[in-house]
């Protein structure tokens, strides 16, 4: 098979080693926001970001009753338990 030599600058070569870098980049946080969408169980930074509120907000919502796992002091959120706590306070505010 016959092969072709291609001959590159630096700074031919750069810009494509620069844009690989960009999207191999691009491609991880893809990869890293999809597996935490697809996380049932959440910590508190990340039911915060999770329901777009801050931390004090969420410990207002705890002491108002959301759902919370504790195991030995290790604090987890289910997403569907808080899916399911906030349809039902807006059932509760549309009555």
């Known amino acids: 098979m016959p092969t072709v ?3 590159l600058s630096d700074e031919q070569l750069e810009k494509i080693r620069s844009q690989l870098h960009e999207l191999i ?16 169980y959440m910590n508190k ?9 801050t931390n004090n907000t969420l ?5 108002q009753g ?10 987890r959120f289910d997403k ?4 399911e706590w906030l349809a039902n306070l807006a059932k509760i505010h549309q009555s």
């Open 25 to 40: 980049l691009n491609e991880i946080t893809k990869t890293r926001n999809q597996t935490e969408k697809n996380q049932r």
């Open 59 to 63: 410990d207002s919502w705890i002491k």
């Open 45 to 53: 930074k990340q039911t915060c970001n999770y329901l777009q509120i």
């Open 80 to 83: 569907l338990a808080i899916d």
């Open 5 to 7: 030599e291609i001959v």
């Open 66 to 75: 959301l759902p919370k796992i504790v195991i030995s002091g290790s604090t």
